[in-house]
């Protein structure tokens, strides 16, 4: 199947909602191309795994507590690099964000290391518009372990680089601080990404070179990629669709379960213009929201896009599986400020013997 054949799939920005009203399911597909082994980063990644499982030895039997207590930390704001940076910022624009932050998201997406914002964004807003088709990067009709980390083992699919060309880049363009990055990423990541959280360590809190390279540099990245994978893989096949059971995206619970803002799969698919990438309420309340919220009170974070309960309602309603929660009275997910606000008329009145 070559370029020119592919449809786009899904949804991408807030107006693509309005087009896009169709099932989906029939349009995956993958041509069954071979796939063209890349060796280089094939062994890199084998190595890397190797030794983060050796910083997985140290960090339970030499690390020293602070490490061990740096080293969730170190993680979490990893993966607020990509999901608050790279994702909701510059791929979706959910957000606006001033210079000061702008400069901590490329900083934590630079110590991320997933690649330059740019490039980063490009491949996601190609996934979204031709998601499960070989136009997608990590298209998963070709499996979870492709979708997972063997897309980064291959050569790209025609298609992914066709798309990719065609896709609006624009806004990252005339962005100087995201062109800054790419333009010297090869000087910054290095430093950022593993230089400094080996030699941080060592000065700080006297670590050993041997725990700080193994567990806060090797380790940390290793285990930063592969949540971030998951959301590729697992949460494309794995899960609930409550918001729209015709497209493969999935609410992947272990996903939710880390609490770092990207486990409700199906409903950023559905809604992709969300800053919060989940909904309202107990479904919201995730590191990298929390993160964005922070600033937003700062004022360095501004114009935060959401959905309203009322479309969200609607959506489940018309294209969702069942599995959402039931709106209404009772219902476990209801929270108690809302309760309490809620306005109760023509109460039954309660006299003696009744």
């Known amino acids: 199947m070559t370029a020119t054949t592919v449809n786009a799939t899904g949804v991408l920005f807030e107006a693509d909602a309005e087009a896009l009203d169709q099932d989906v399911s029939q349009k995956k597909y993958t041509d069954g191309r071979k796939l063209q082994l890349v060796w280089r980063n094939i062994v890199l990644f084998a190595l890397v795994h190797l030794f983060s499982l050796y910083g997985v030895w140290l960090l339970f039997t030499e690390a020293t507590w602070t490490t061990f207590l740096a080293f969730p930390v170190s993680v979490a704001f990893s993966i607020v690099g990509i999901s608050g940076g790279a994702h909701r910022l510059y791929a979706h624009r959910t957000f606006k964000a001033k210079v000061p932050l702008q400069l901590i998201l490329l900083f934590l997406d630079t110590f991320a290391f997933q690649d330059a914002v740019y490039y980063w964004a490009r491949d996601h807003r190609v996934h979204h518009k031709y998601t499960e088709t070989d136009a997608d990067p990590y298209n998963s009709e070709r499996g979870w372990f492709f979708s997972h980390i063997g897309w980064l083992c291959v050569r790209k699919h025609p298609d992914v680089v066709a798309k990719g060309k065609e896709i609006d880049l624009s806004d990252l363009k005339q962005d100087r601080l995201v062109m ?169 009145k309660i006299t003696a013997g009744s």
């Open 180 to 348: 800054f990055q790419k333009k010297y990423f090869l000087v910054l990541m290095p430093l950022i990404c593993f230089v400094m959280p080996t030699v941080l360590p060592m000065y700080c809190w006297g670590e050993s070179l041997k725990v700080s390279w193994h567990v806060l540099a090797l380790l940390r990245w290793c285990l930063n990629l592969n949540i971030i994978w998951l959301v590729n893989s697992s949460a494309h096949m794995f899960g609930m669709r409550p918001y729209d059971k015709k497209i493969s995206p999935t609410d992947e619970r272990f996903l939710m379960f880390l609490r770092m803002g990207e486990g409700y799969h199906n409903y950023h698919h559905v809604f992709p213009w969300d800053y919060k990438s989940a909904e309202l309420g107990p479904y919201s309340r995730d590191f990298t929201t929390r993160f964005i919220n922070f600033f937003a009170w700062l004022g360095w974070a501004y114009d935060l896009k959401s959905v309203s309960p009322d479309m969200v309602r609607r959506r489940v309603l018309r294209t969702g599986d069942g599995s959402h929660p039931v709106w209404g009275w009772g219902d476990k997910d209801l929270q108690k400020e809302d309760v309490v606000d809620s306005t109760i008329t023509h109460q039954r």
